[in-house]
């Protein structure tokens, strides 16, 4: 199983990034997937999470209404567009899957997930 996030870069407080997580080795239909993120010394914190098999996204409401998290199951792919960025939204962005077990899809915790991708540095600036 691999995950592989790309996009991050530098934007200028409210701009725009577009995040994508290629997930490959699983099948959207029985795995979720989801963003993390993570400053120095914090632990990380979900973003946003798509669950095709239970038709559920879920976002954190620090990224309500300006984070859209989206999935091409023909690409596996999985992106997460950020829209009305802040100097706040400054970290790395980890992609994660989880296997859809008992009834679990999305939201899960960090340590709920059973793969991860590298992360991907999103820096906004003033």
């Known amino acids: 199983v691999q995950l592989q996030a790309s996009g991050g870069g530098l934007v200028q407080t409210g701009g725009s990034l577009r995040l994508s997580c290629e997930v490959s080795g699983v099948s959207f239909d029985n795995y979720s997937v989801h963003w993390f993120r993570q400053t120095p010394g914090k632990e990380r914190e979900g973003v946003a999470c798509i669950s095709s098999g239970y038709h559920v996204t879920h976002y954190a409401d620090f990224v309500k209404g300006r984070f859209t998290i989206s999935s091409d199951n023909a690409k596996n792919t999985v992106s997460l567009q950020m829209n009305s960025l802040k100097m706040e939204d400054t970290a790395v962005y980890y992609c994660?899957?989880?296997?859809?077990?008992?009834?679990?899809?999305?939201?899960?915790?960090?340590?709920?997930?059973?793969?991860w991708g590298k992360g991907t540095l999103v820096t906004v600036s003033s």
């Open positions: 994660g899957t989880a296997e859809e077990k008992f009834g679990l899809a999305c939201p899960r915790p960090y340590h709920g997930m059973d793969y």
